[in-house]
């Protein structure tokens, strides 16, 4: 079965800083990944997914994130981070076949002016 | 296009009592996942519904059930509520797995708080 780690529970950064989510993931079989943001109160909204193809995968208000096969990483990066940028992020995996959507705690991104 | 759609978004319940939690997904899109989502555990899966069958089930008691409509609207239930069982409850929509990855949609929730 496959599961994420999220490597820090928090992150605080300052305001036009860049900042680095770290992920990895454990499966035996090929991966699907993706991150997620869930701002307070609200649902997770997809900010990016990695299914096939360029390991570098851009997604929304700036964020990327490399897939990395040896190192079985899925880190998420933004150069510069704004005050909205503040909320809860997280990295999920799945595979082929017919398996849920597995989570990782969560990263809690706080961007300090 | 309207996203999905969950109602109740806040209820409050006692022990013992049971919820109906309801789930409009995405038109067009016939696959529904449930997850609970608490401070202590994080985002677990409850269970997934495609054409009103259950694919996929997590490792949740009895007392956790749902179902899908031939709309492909969907309902879970808790029965014999407990005060574990505060937590927010993510319903999630996605088209079939054409490339194999099922791309979740999720909606805004609905918080359970049980006294």
């Known amino acids: 079965a496959q599961s994420v780690t999220q490597l820090d529970s928090q992150v605080p950064v300052f305001e036009e800083a860049p900042v680095e989510l770290r992920c990895n993931y454990s499966?035996?079989?090929?991966?699907?990944l993706f991150w997620y943001v869930q701002y307070p109160n609200q649902g997770l909204q997809l900010l990016l997914k990695y299914l096939s193809g360029s390991t570098l995968v851009k997604g929304i208000n700036g964020f990327e994130a490399e897939f990395n096969k040896s190192q079985t990483s899925f880190h998420l990066r933004k150069p510069s981070v704004h005050i909205s940028d503040t909320a809860e992020y997280f990295c999920a995996v799945s595979t082929t076949g017919n398996t849920p959507l597995v989570f990782g705690k969560g990263t809690r991104l706080s961007v300090i002016a | 296009k309207a996203g999905v759609t969950q109602t109740p978004r806040y209820l409050i319940k006692t022990r013992g009592q049971q919820v109906t939690l309801s789930c409009s997904p995405i038109s067009g899109h016939r696959s529904v996942s449930w997850y609970q989502q608490t401070p202590g555990q994080g985002l677990q899966f409850l269970f997934e519904?495609?054409?009103?069958?259950?694919?996929n089930k997590g490792n949740f008691p009895g007392r956790f059930s749902g179902r899908q409509f031939s709309n492909s609207r969907s309902e879970m239930n808790v029965s014999t509520l407990e005060l574990g069982d505060s937590a927010l409850y993510l319903c999630?929509?996605?088209?079939?797995?054409?490339?194999?990855?099922?791309?979740?949609?999720f909606g805004a929730g609905s918080r359970l708080t049980v006294l």
């Open positions: 499966s035996s079989v090929s991966v699907y």
């Open positions: 519904y495609f054409s009103e069958t259950q694919r």
């Open positions: 999630a929509s996605s088209t079939d797995r054409v490339s194999g990855a099922n791309v979740l949609t």
